[in-house]
């Protein structure tokens, strides 16, 4: 099916929650170690979901948020809002942005008064103090993921304004020397220092890998749209499959290699274009 680009409309997998009949094994591909954490899909279960304050007919998955030590940056949610719920106000902290990526149904989305609808693949960039709420005003549950930075204003650039586009409106690039091989959906500038996180949708053909260990400053999480792969994650290879969910702390080294048979897509956050923080605020202090 055609998304009027020439290109395959996406499909993304989107939990449904339920639990596992009792016969069933409780084995699993769950791993939490110092480096990284791999939350897999069978885990996205009823019992562990979260009511979210301000928000009617709404559940969520909490896949990722700062523990000292670890990963401390972002938090990541998936949200499932059933038809009539919704929330005025979902941000209740004005210093944060976020981005919205939705995987299954119809999601309204109204920032600074104008209404927008996102469907499957729809993303919206909600900047630091922004006026927003959202509504499921279809017949049928919608599911998206939130991702939420402190924004980490500097002096001389003003914060980047709120926008909607879709992963179908967005051609995904190529990277250097792969042949389409490996292809980043980039919805920011990265040379823009005013986006201080990017959120992209990170596509592998058959056989496409990254072909060295990433190990970098910046954190991860990456959550499997669709496809299977092999995952290098610090010294270990692990086997993912679309709605597994990757949570990786800065320098962990990472490299993957897309098995198919059809493409491995995740969406991936990072946090970016700004200079490693040594002291707490005013407190000259070091980091300990």
Sequence with gaps: MSDGTGRDTPSYYTPTGGLPPQRELLTDRAIVKEAYTVIPKG?????????????????????????????????Q???????GGGAEQPE?????EGVLFVTAGELTVTIAGERHVLGAGGYAYLAPDETWSLANEGAEATSFHWVRKAYEQVPGIDAPASFVTSDQAVEPRPMPGTDGAWATTRFVDPDDLAHDMHVNIVTFQPGGSIPFAETHVME?????????????????????????????????????YAGGPGPFRYLLYKDVNRQVRLSRGGDPRPWG
């Design 220 to 256: 991860h999480g990456l959550f499997v749209l669709e496809g299977k792969a092999v995952y290098r994650l610090n010294d270990d290879w692990v086997e993912v499959e679309a709605g597994d969910f990757m949570w990786l702390r800065a320098f962990c080294p990472q490299a993957c």
């Design 77 to 83: 949610l998936i949200v499932e809002i059933a038809p």
């Design 43 to 75: 885990v996205l279960r009823d019992i562990v979901t979260s009511s979210l304050p301000g928000f009617t007919n709404t559940r969520s998955w909490i896949i990722a948020r700062p523990i000292a030590g670890f990963a401390t940056t972002f938090s």
């Design 92 to 96: 209740a902290e004005a210093i944060v």
